[in-house]
């Protein structure tokens, strides 16, 4: 079902709104007006009862029968039997004994009362006094019912109502336009700038900081194209050149083998960089598919540690493990991925005779609810970060000293896949760095993590 405009909806509703108020607004007037004309009835019949009632105490009966009205005029003696009435034989009428009319006289010197017809389009109102003698005289009147009232005014109602619904029409349809306008003039390039209503300025908020992050994406992803074609152009160039000497046929022995060597090693580096490309797009959509598991990241480390040994020898750094199992939940080709790199890093970028102290600390158990954590620490003695790029580290491409990390073959993704791999496992990375003193990288998993 196709969804209704808002300007349709917030003409209907204003529309049905004005029309409801009038209806009742009318029902309103009727039932005062008609409450007021029967308030005046009964000051009538008082004011009828206070000059009838000389016949009564003179015993002047044939004098009230002289007297013309439109309204009945009974006298009940105490005891409830009817003595006189002016509209049909007195005793043909039983005993008004009963009468709730008779009794409130009788107890509160005076009362009256209306009671509606079998039909319920007329009703009789009852004014009844006691005298002195003790007799109540009573008046009583016919009024139609507020329903015939308001039949005999359906034709003014009528019109009333086609003109209210006009009016309502007319003003819900400039209502609505009037609401609406300030949603269609709001400029989505900058929609702050658009002045509207107080209750919209959350919403234009989060307008502009969704332009604000499309821009920063957009900006990201340029920069992101433009970074790896710079990566994959410079091997690529390599390759094409060695390539193109060696098709000549003219090296010798040596080099081609050299050429052939430096072919493989800047195809591995491509190779790497696609790599980790896949597993920084993997981290960043959630598409992992591996479940999670418990890990221990002192055996994680173990294996990095085996897997680097060599690079390690290569530069005599030496590589330390200490702490506790470090047990979390996590997928292990990612939390291996983390683990691996900040070990590389910290070998990569040692000084010569440098070295890797890797520390694996449980967080203690306060309380039953609270399961504590793991801190992951990898600390070397190398060329640390000037404090200005170390706000960087963790874009991808970046590098603080570029010409050494290529020479180093280093992607410039190994921080970005760890600060991402840390993400998904809803870790977070801290880093202390001193220029010429080394670095301290540090992951810790919280109670969140451990519950995922």
């Known amino acids: 079902m196709k969804q209704k405009s808002l300007t ?3 003409f209907i509703n204003t529309f049905f709104v004005g029309t409801l108020v009038y209806l009742i607004c009318a029902f309103l007037f009727i039932s005062n007006l008609y409450g007021y004309f029967e308030d005046q009835l009964f000051h009538e019949l008082k004011t009828e009862s206070n000059f009838l009632k000389n016949y009564v105490l003179e015993n002047d009966i ?3 029968k002289k007297i013309e009205t439109e309204n009945r005029i009974t006298l009940i003696h105490k005891d409830g039997s009817v003595y006189f009435d002016n509209k049909v034989k007195a005793e043909n009428l039983e005993n008004h004994g009963s009468r709730e009319e008779f009794l409130g006289a009788i107890t509160k010197g005076s009362h009256q009362i209306s009671r509606y017809s079998s039909t319920m389009t007329e009703k009789t109102l009852y004014y009844a006094e006691q005298v ?4 109540v005289i009573r008046i009583s009147c016919d009024q139609h019912s507020v329903w015939i009232l308001v039949l005999g005014m359906s034709r003014t109602l009528v019109a009333i ?5 006009i009016i309502s029409a007319l003003s819900a349809s400039w209502i609505s336009k009037k609401v609406v306008n ?5 400029d989505l390039e900058n929609p702050e700038a658009t002045k509207v209503y107080d209750e919209l300025m959350p919403f234009t908020k989060r307008i502009a900081e969704e332009n604000f992050e499309k821009k920063q994406r957009e900006e990201l992803r340029q920069q992101f194209t433009a ?6 152009k410079t091997p690529l160039t390599s390759i094409s050149g060695f390539a193109e000497i060696l098709k000549t046929g003219e090296t ?3 080099t081609t083998q050299d050429f052939a060597s430096s072919i493989y090693d800047e195809s591995q580096r491509m190779i790497t960089l696609v790599n980790d490309i896949i597993k920084l797009s993997k981290l960043d959509e959630e598409s992992i598919s591996l479940e999670k598991e418990e890990i221990s990241l002192r055996e994680v480390s173990r294996e990095a540690m085996t897997v680097l040994s060599a690079s390690a020898a290569a530069k005599n750094v030496s590589m330390k493990l200490s702490g506790d199992s470090g047990v979390i939940r996590g997928v292990q080709p990612v939390i291996y991925e983390m683990v691996y790199n900040l070990i590389d890093n910290a070998i990569k970028y040692n000084k010569e005779g440098g070295s890797v102290d890797i520390k694996i600390q449980n967080i203690q158990i306060r309380t039953d609810s609270d399961k504590g954590g793991v801190i992951f620490t990898v600390k070397d003695t190398g060329i640390g970060i000037p404090e200005k790029e170390q706000e960087r580290i963790f874009e991808r491409f970046y590098r603080v000293d570029k010409s050494r990390s290529r020479t180093m073959g280093g992607t410039g993704l190994g921080l970005s896949i760890v600060k991402h791999a840390a993400k998904y496992h809803n870790a977070n990375v801290l880093v202390k760095s001193e220029e010429g ?4 990288f540090t992951v810790i998993w919280g109670r969140t993590a451990m519950d995922q």
């Open 62 to 64: 044939e004098e009230l």
């Open 252 to 254: 010798d022995q040596k």
């Open 8 to 10: 349709f909806r917030i």
């Open 132 to 135: 002195e003698s003790g007799d």
């Open 227 to 232: 970074n790896v074609s710079h990566e994959l």
């Open 161 to 165: 109502l086609i003109i209210a619904i």
């Open 182 to 186: 300030p949603l269609n003039n709001i």
């Open 437 to 440: 003193k080394g670095s301290s």
